[in-house]
Nanobody, 121 residues
């Protein structure tokens, strides 16, 4: 599975962005798909994940971000609303084949290249 993330950019606080992650090489409809982010000088952290039975979010983004998957397009989206400067980071999409430990980066098998999101105050 190859993943290509896109949609990052510079936005003012309170604004919105939608990230996309297109998968190729093999359909990933049955796998867990997730988004992580890594701010400068910090560890990579879980943002959101989608499985066949539901969606999951970090407390810091709950109510503001929404993850969705279009299996027909082999694409996962992260809609980010009411962005804050603390959301500034490189955002990575990833795929977890086993479906276990969806909040843990080491459990993910495939990673995209990352897309920069910068939120100005």
């Amino acid at each position: 599975v190859q993943l290509q993330a896109s949609g990052g950019g510079l936005v003012q606080a309170g604004g919105s962005l939608r990230l996309s992650c297109a998968a190729s090489g093999r359909t990933f409809s049955t796998y867990t798909s997730g988004w992580f982010r890594q701010a400068a000088g910090k560890e990579r952290e879980f943002v959101a994940a989608v499985t066949s039975i539901g969606t999951y979010y970090a407390d810091s983004v709950k109510g503001r971000f929404s993850i969705s998957k279009d299996n027909a397009k082999n694409t996962v989206y992260l809609q980010m609303n009411t962005l804050k400067p603390d959301d500034t980071a490189v955002y990575f999409c990833a795929v977890n084949r086993g479906g276990i430990g969806l909040r843990i980066a080491d459990r993910y098998d495939y990673w995209g290249q990352g897309t920069q999101v910068t939120v100005s105050s």
